[in-house]
Protein backbone atom coordinates (compact mmCIF):
# COMPACT_ATOMS: atom_id res chain seq x y z
CA UNK A 1 0.00 0.00 0.00
CA UNK A 2 1.33 3.71 -0.94
CA UNK A 3 0.63 6.19 1.80
CA UNK A 4 1.32 10.01 1.07
CA UNK A 5 0.83 12.77 3.65
CA UNK A 6 3.03 14.30 6.38
CA UNK A 7 4.81 13.23 9.28
CA UNK A 8 4.02 14.65 12.69
CA UNK A 9 6.71 13.37 14.39
CA UNK A 10 9.60 10.49 14.60
CA UNK A 11 11.27 8.83 17.60
CA UNK A 12 13.90 6.09 17.51
CA UNK A 13 13.03 3.02 19.82
CA UNK A 14 14.95 0.02 20.42
CA UNK A 15 14.46 -3.30 18.22
CA UNK A 16 13.08 -6.33 20.37
CA UNK A 17 15.53 -8.21 18.16
CA UNK A 18 18.68 -7.30 19.47
CA UNK A 19 20.39 -4.38 21.95
CA UNK A 20 22.67 -2.74 18.61
CA UNK A 21 19.43 -2.48 16.58
CA UNK A 22 16.94 0.50 16.36
CA UNK A 23 13.89 1.33 14.94
CA UNK A 24 11.95 4.59 14.03
CA UNK A 25 7.99 4.94 14.67
CA UNK A 26 6.74 7.87 12.45
CA UNK A 27 3.14 9.64 13.48
CA UNK A 28 1.82 11.09 9.97
CA UNK A 29 -1.01 12.71 9.24
CA UNK A 30 -2.73 13.03 5.65
CA UNK A 31 -3.29 9.74 5.05
CA UNK A 32 -6.79 8.18 3.86
CA UNK A 33 -9.08 6.62 5.60
CA UNK A 34 -8.82 3.62 6.95
CA UNK A 35 -4.73 3.70 7.04
CA UNK A 36 -2.25 3.46 9.41
CA UNK A 37 -1.33 6.64 11.11
CA UNK A 38 1.81 5.03 12.54
CA UNK A 39 4.17 3.60 10.27
CA UNK A 40 7.58 1.78 11.73
CA UNK A 41 10.63 2.27 9.29
CA UNK A 42 13.33 -1.03 9.60
CA UNK A 43 16.84 -0.89 11.02
CA UNK A 44 17.93 -1.91 7.33
CA UNK A 45 16.18 0.91 5.80
CA UNK A 46 17.70 3.82 8.61
CA UNK A 47 21.13 2.41 7.55
CA UNK A 48 20.31 2.77 3.94
CA UNK A 49 19.14 6.48 3.96
CA UNK A 50 21.27 8.17 6.49
CA UNK A 51 18.70 11.66 5.88
CA UNK A 52 16.10 9.91 7.69
CA UNK A 53 16.77 11.91 11.02
CA UNK A 54 13.92 11.74 14.00
CA UNK A 55 14.63 15.04 14.93
CA UNK A 56 14.15 16.79 11.60
CA UNK A 57 11.51 14.65 10.12
CA UNK A 58 9.04 16.37 11.58
CA UNK A 59 6.55 18.58 9.48
CA UNK A 60 8.25 17.06 6.13
CA UNK A 61 6.07 15.30 2.94
CA UNK A 62 6.80 11.82 2.85
CA UNK A 63 5.52 9.09 0.77
CA UNK A 64 6.04 5.11 1.70
CA UNK A 65 5.05 1.53 0.52
CA UNK A 66 3.95 0.06 3.47
CA UNK A 67 2.72 -3.76 3.90
CA UNK A 68 2.19 -5.79 7.19
CA UNK A 69 -0.66 -3.40 8.99
CA UNK A 70 -0.44 -4.51 12.69
CA UNK A 71 -1.80 -2.78 15.74
CA UNK A 72 -2.82 0.13 13.23
CA UNK A 73 0.87 0.81 12.22
CA UNK A 74 2.19 -0.30 8.80
CA UNK A 75 5.87 -1.92 8.00
CA UNK A 76 7.55 0.61 5.86
CA UNK A 77 9.34 -1.12 2.75
CA UNK A 78 10.64 2.06 1.22
CA UNK A 79 10.16 5.45 1.91
CA UNK A 80 10.86 9.31 0.54
CA UNK A 81 10.92 12.29 2.70
CA UNK A 82 10.83 15.98 1.28
CA UNK A 83 13.84 17.91 1.74
CA UNK A 84 12.24 21.09 3.61
CA UNK A 85 9.55 21.65 6.00
CA UNK A 86 5.36 21.59 4.63
CA UNK A 87 3.78 22.05 8.05
CA UNK A 88 4.29 25.35 10.23
CA UNK A 89 6.25 24.61 13.78
CA UNK A 90 3.91 23.73 16.59
Known amino acids: MTLKGFIQSAELV ?3 SGPDRVMMIVRVQGVGPGQPRKILVPFEILVEQDELDAE ?15 NA ?4 NAIEVGP ?6 P
Open 84 to 89: ARVLRN
Open 14 to 16: EDS
Open 56 to 70: TMAGRAFRAECTGVE
Open 73 to 76: MGLV
